[in-house]
């Protein structure tokens, strides 16, 4: 079992007894080609948690985003220490992002989470991200009994440290809650095949189908409806880029096995 999931108890005196874990509506988890990782199940939205300081991978948070729309979660991006000098060049960084829809929320934790609350009514959010974005800051503050351990962060090394060693569940009221995650260094996705990445990016999706070959690898090939779009505009070539570069890395780690 994992944070999140849902089941059926039976009572035992003082005690409960699992009878047996409900369907899980949603499973997010990270792979490799040698594990996986399981993160939190029946969640309904990703919060990814980033910061101007230390600097984030806009890759990392891209492929923690791919795994939502694999399972049909919605992602939101919270941009954290937003009084920091710097946010408006992390702001600019997440344009290829907000420009697909997906919705930004900018705060400082450590002064007020007002902003965040109305995105988190009627969810059950997973917060993830790097180290030292100001996870558990944040879930202290929504949560003043949580006691996270925080960290400051290493300028010298541009990194946090892992405070967060386990999933945990935190309930807002009847129908909110959010699970704190432990910070990301890494997020793979060798669990998506080749469809399955492809149909994760959102703005790939009205052109999926539509190549001249069934099995265009949408690179070199001729007809390849992506690569047109690339060219017309409906698709960022950086998304393009990212495409081809995990498919290859889903390749190579196949061919490992």
């Given amino acids: 079992m994992v944070c999140g999931d849902q089941v059926e108890l039976r009572r035992d005196g003082d005690a409960g007894v699992i009878e047996r874990l409900l369907p899980r509506a949603s499973l997010l988890y990270r792979s490799d080609a040698f594990k996986t990782k399981a993160i ?13 300081r230390p600097s984030f991978s806009l890759e990392l948070v891209q492929r923690c985003i791919l795994a939502a729309e694999d399972q049909g979660v919605a992602s939101l991006l919270i941009l954290n220490k937003a009084d920091l000098p710097e946010t408006d060049v992390a702001r600019e960084r997440l344009l290829p992002l907000t420009r697909l829809g997906y919705p930004l929320v900018a705060l400082s934790a450590l002064t007020d989470v007002t902003p965040l609350r ?18 558990s800051t944040l879930v202290n503050v929504l949560f003043p009994g949580a006691n996270a351990e925080t960290a400051e962060y290493s300028e010298a090394l541009d ?28 997020f793979a996705l060798q669990h998506l095949d080749e469809k399955a990445l492809a149909h994760a990016f959102v703005e790939f999706r009205p052109f999926l189908g539509e190549c001249r070959f069934r099995d265009c ?14 060219a017309d505009g409906d698709i960022a070539p950086a998304r ?16 490992r096995l």
């Fill in 217 to 230: 690898k949408h690179e070199v090939e001729p007809g390849c409806r992506i690569r047109q779009a690339v």
């Fill in 159 to 186: 990194s946090g440290r892992h405070t967060t060693t386990h999933a945990r569940l935190h309930r807002l009221d009847a129908t909110s809650a959010v699970i704190d995650s432990p910070g990301l260094q890494e």
């Fill in 118 to 135: 109305p995105a988190l009514q009627g969810h059950t959010t997973l917060l993830i991200g790097h180290s030292g974005m100001g996870k």
């Fill in 240 to 255: 393009l880029q990212l495409f081809q570069t995990l498919r290859r890395l889903q390749q190579n780690a196949a061919q």
């Fill in 40 to 52: 939190a199940a029946n969640v309904t939205q990703l919060g990814v948690v980033i910061a101007a």
